[in-house]
């Protein structure tokens, strides 16, 4: 059974991981922060680094542990891009 969850927990990592990319090229081209909640970006950060914790406490390290470090920098390139996108809706820069 542990196999399976291990498994199923790693289909999830991953295709959260797949929407990334997307999000952050979006992103980017757009230079603007309209309909983007940084907020909800910190959630998902919080809850990859706790399971990243969570498998570091259990000494679970399966396929899955190792995909929480791409999401996580996906995630922190997202909030980074949100700011600088609101410094340039400031500026006044399209």
Known sequence: METVASVLETVMIV???VS????LMKAYRSRCTGGKSVLFD???LLGYICGVISKI???TYNLAFYFYFPNITMVTLD????YR???LE???KP
């Open 42 to 44: 910190y959630f998902i």
């Open 57 to 59: 406490m259990t000494r």
């Open 15 to 17: 295709s959260f991981g």
């Open 20 to 23: 990334w990319p997307l999000n």
């Open 85 to 87: 996108n609101r410094a």
């Open 90 to 92: 400031r500026a006044g």
């Open 79 to 82: 909030i980074l891009l949100y």
